[in-house]
């Protein structure tokens, strides 16, 4: 199967290392993967929060340029690969409401139209993909398995699935307790925790606004992923990967605490099993070095 | 200072007079509920049993001025000026848990998010209160070229609420720029208009319906 990929403004500049190691991975089990051609933002919560046909219109920009580029292929829905959870969640969401309610489809018809593009079936046409649904679903975790070269034995990973990856418009997976990526995470020889927090929301955009309430929420989460004894927490989403990597310092400060806990991206851990190099899953990025072996017992 | 915020004490003043904290029926605005199930699909918040069940899911319930179970009696009732200028629609990170959990289906992140528009439309909210300004650098970045750069939203949203902010910010920044993580290069679509005419047409399609 063939996907486009949309990255999102995320993954082209604080969430870089998402990219690089969705690609490379991408390629290490040779899939055929392609940008998605003059993509533009999904519009965030910032859209939404102006003006929700807007968002939706952002939305459908991106997903009539996919069917364009994707051309005939058969008859089949063109397979758009949103790693971002934010992008991910509002191309559903507009394709829901777009299907749902005229008047949401009659603007956003009218408005792609002055752009030259075509806004007919889009809901069919394209099918909105989460790379760790296209991972564990169409990949499949044997073919992940097969790849190990470097099994993690004994590590003790953290799944954080986040919010928007799981609800309310995603369907790959169980809203209340996914298990895509503790599959994976066993696939690579490492043991996933098992916790209560998987779905709690990080906080999102509030530590960059309201650092009072955004710290706080990453911080329970990492409290409680190093109490079970996690040695690596893994994300999905770079808004997460985000607040809680990068914001510990700040945590620390604030909470009086010592966490450190290495966050990094499920597919930068998939690279590593595969034994692709640091570079080539982005992990000289990372502020905290990732972490690759158990500690002894 | 707010009727709700004031002690027992100062709701009577020297006994003249005595504060309500309820408004009559009459001063509500009967018209909000609808406005606001317009704009949030939401005709189904009508049916809220008031079980409080979005409020206990809700991660930042605690530090909000109304918790959303509230909100939705608040908006219903027709309470338009306390839940426009409470914090609660600010502090909503639209993780969309109360909406997933709701046992009547009340899209309550939506909710939330009409709130969000009314009040941004209206300028409601206090002026270098960060949530909205965000919102509406972010816009503006967008609108220009197509896509964001989370570098210059940072910095213009540290610039317009509070420049000392930047200096929090400065260790996380330099890291970032050290790694690679933010760049001075601003991403952006081939034709930057085109953002533009599709916002413009988004605006007129809307009018030409009424
Ligand atoms: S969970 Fe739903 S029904 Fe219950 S109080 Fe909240 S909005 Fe009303
Ligand atoms: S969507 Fe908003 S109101 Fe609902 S649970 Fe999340 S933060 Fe609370």
Known sequence: ?297 | METRDRTPDQLVDLGENVHRLIKYEGELDQGFAAEVARLAHGEKFYTCIQCGTCSATCPVSHYMDFTPRRIIAMVRAGFREEVLRSFTIWLCASCYSCTADCPREIKITDVMYALKQIAIKEGIYPKRFPIPVMAQEFYKIVKKKGRNNEGKLMMNLALKTNPFSLLRYAKVGLKLFRTGRVTLREESIRNHGEIQTLLGAVDRAREAAK
């Open chain 1, 1 to 297: 199967m063939k996907y486009l990929y949309f990255p999102g403004c995320s993954l082209k500049s604080t969430g870089k290392p998402y990219e690089e190691s969705i690609l490379s991975v991408f390629r290490a089990l040779d899939v055929d993967i392609e940008e998605l051609k003059d993509w533009n933002c999904c519009g965030a919560t910032a859209y939404m929060a102006v003006d929700e046909l807007k968002s939706f219109s952002l939305c459908a920009r991106n997903m009539a340029l996919a069917v364009k580029q994707h051309g005939e292929g058969n008859g089949e829905p063109v397979q758009l690969v949103a790693p971002c959870s934010a992008c991910y969640s509002l191309l559903l969401k507009s394709q829901h409401y777009m299907e749902e309610n005229p008047e949401v489809s009659r603007v956003v018809k009218t408005a792609l139209k002055e752009v030259g593009l075509e806004s007919e079936g889009l809901s069919q046409k394209v099918r909105i993909r989460h790379p760790l649904d296209v991972l564990a679903n169409d990949i499949g975790i044997e073919r992940i398995k097969d790849q190990v070269k470097k099994p993690l034995t004994g590590l003790k990973v953290v799944p954080y699935y986040g919010c928007l990856l799981v609800r309310p418009y995603a369907t790959f997976d169980d809203p209340y307790n996914p298990t895509s990526m503790d599959r994976l995470i066993r696939a690579l020889g490492a043991e996933p925790v098992d916790w209560a927090l998987k779905t709690r929301c990080c906080g999102g955009t509030l530590s960059g606004t309201i650092q009072g309430v955004g710290l706080r929420l990453s911080y329970l989460l990492l409290k409680e992923a190093s109490r079970k004894g996690g040695e690596l927490l893994l994300t999905a989403c770079p808004l997460c990967q985000f607040d809680l990597e990068c914001f510990q310092g700040g945590m620390n400060n604030r909470f009086q605490h010592n966490v450190q806990m290495p966050v990094a991206y499920f597919s930068q851990l998939i690279g590593k099993a595969f034994n692709l190099s640091d570079r080539e899953v982005g992990a000289q990025r990372l502020f905290i070095p990732m972490k690759l072996e158990a500690a002894a017992p």
